[in-house]
């Protein structure tokens, strides 16, 4: 893997790989999904491992997975490998060659063939609450964007955060990561649905979160999903954001009800100059000709 990309490994892999292949259930009976879970990824089998286990925990169930991978080494694609025999979901990996940040390429290839109207996008460093998929799904809507929050947990917790941690769903007691964040994030780990529309009747304006955010279909392509002229870590989010709105897509927040706990690593710089952020961050574009559907 690229050292330029700026992202360390907190545990090994073997760990990761071990929890894997714990309990595994054949999977003889595939479901149909009503929502499709793209997940980008860039090495972190470790993460991705978890990730895996708070699959299990959903409420909702009816979904499919694609892992947008971002040019992994073969660590990723083996961890797919072992876990694919516990799910009864559709669980697929849509990979490509490493050649810097390329999210923006990857993420539209996979969401390309997701199978269901519903698309929820998160990246691989993010475990997610029991109820993450039921409350995307339950307030969904065209021409509308849903989008939460996550709790930064620090170093020391990432490392010994286990699939139990995870299964026994101790990680979403309040107690159980308190003194291992920011002031700020505190405040995001809170599970209170009956916020979402208080919060949304008096948001003026509410950014998307690329690790976070969920649209239906037609909404992704009348956009053009994400423009993949973005190479390099940031912008992506911003930019996408701008088209749906200028669209006439509205954008509303899940935070406090579409719960995610990032797990730490470091990362590199964004890249761009203040030129370019200008370009992408403040477009008057509704649809760019670079994205999901070449033109």
Same mark, same amino acid.
Request: glycine share 6%; with cysteine.
């Given at each position: ?5 700026? /992202?360390?490994? =907190? ?14 259930? +054949? ?22 491992? &978890? ?10 169930? !009816?979904?499919? @997975? ?30 490509? *060659? !490493? *050649? ?5 390429? /990857?993420?539209? +290839?996979?969401?390309? +063939? ?10 691989? *460093?993010?475990?997610?609450?029991? $109820? ?7 307030? $969904? ?19 010994? /955060?286990?699939?139990?941690? #995870? ?23 809170? %599970? ?13 304006? %509410? ?11 037609? !909404?992704?392509?009348? #956009?053009?999903?994400? *423009? ?8 992506? !989010? ?6 749906? @709105?200028?669209?006439?897509? +509205?954008? %509303? ?12 690593? =470091? ?12 370009? %992408? ?5 509704? &649809?760019?000709?670079?994205?999901? #559907?070449?033109?």
């Amino acid at each position: 893997m690229s050292p330029t990309r700026g /992202i360390h490994t =907190t545990f090994p892999p073997e760990r990761a790989a071990a929890n894997a292949n714990q309990n595994p259930v +054949k999977n003889t009976n595939p479901i149909e999904a009503t929502l499709s879970l793209i997940i980008a990824v860039y090495g972190h089998p470790d993460f991705l491992a &978890r990730i895996f286990t708070s699959l299990e925990n959903q409420t909702h169930q !009816d979904f499919e @997975v694609l892992v947008a991978d971002d040019g992994s080494d073969d660590d990723v694609r083996e961890l797919i490998e072992q876990v694919r025999p516990r799910f009864r979901q559709s669980l697929r990996h849509v990979w490509h *060659d !490493d *050649d810097g940040f390329r999210k923006t390429v /990857i993420v539209n +290839k996979a969401a390309a +063939k997701a199978e269901s109207d519903t698309l929820v996008f998160i990246d691989g *460093d993010c475990i997610l609450h029991h $109820r993450f998929l039921e409350r995307h799904y339950k307030r $969904r809507r065209r021409g509308r964007v849903l989008s939460g929050r996550r709790v930064m947990l620090q170093r020391e917790l990432s490392q010994r /955060i286990s699939d139990d941690d #995870v299964r026994a769903r101790r990680l979403e007691s309040v107690g159980f990561w308190w003194n291992q964040c920011s002031r700020t994030d505190r405040k995001r780990g809170f %599970y209170a649905p009956w916020l979402f529309w208080f919060r949304n009747l008096f948001r003026t304006s %509410y950014e998307i979160l690329g690790s976070n955010f969920s649209v239906h279909r037609e !909404d992704f392509y009348r #956009v053009n999903g994400y *423009d993949e002229r973005i190479i390099g870590r940031g912008l992506e !989010d911003n930019n996408l954001h701008a088209r749906f @709105v200028n669209s006439g897509v +509205k954008i %509303y927040t899940l935070a406090h009800e579409a719960l995610q706990y990032h797990l730490f690593h =470091t990362s590199a710089p964004i890249p761009h100059s203040p030129e370019t952020i200008h370009e %992408y961050r403040d477009t008057e574009d509704t &649809r760019t000709p670079h994205g999901i #559907v070449k033109n």
